[in-house]
């Protein structure tokens, strides 16, 4: 699934604003997306909107 982060921080070490990203599977209330670390971790799900 694709997302895309719409949170408020926007840190290049981590996830950049605007930028879609590939979801790995959901964790309860928590995406587990590989961000600008080349590293999945868990983000929360309303920081994101679903593209596809």
């Known amino acids: 699934m694709k997302i895309k982060y ?3 921080i926007s840190d290049p070490l ?3 604003a605007g930028k ?3 979801c790995l ?3 309860k209330d928590r995406y587990r997306v ?3 670390t080349g590293e999945d971790y ?3 799900i ?3 909107e ?3």
Do not use: H, N, S
Request: hydrophobic letters at 35%; a negative charge.
């Open 50 to 52: 679903t593209i596809d």
């Open 14 to 16: 981590e996830l950049i």
């Open 6 to 8: 719409i949170g408020k």
């Open 46 to 48: 309303e920081e994101f």
């Open 34 to 36: 590989i961000d600008e």
């Open 25 to 27: 599977g959901k964790e």
């Open 20 to 22: 879609v990203y590939e």
């Open 42 to 44: 868990l983000y929360p």
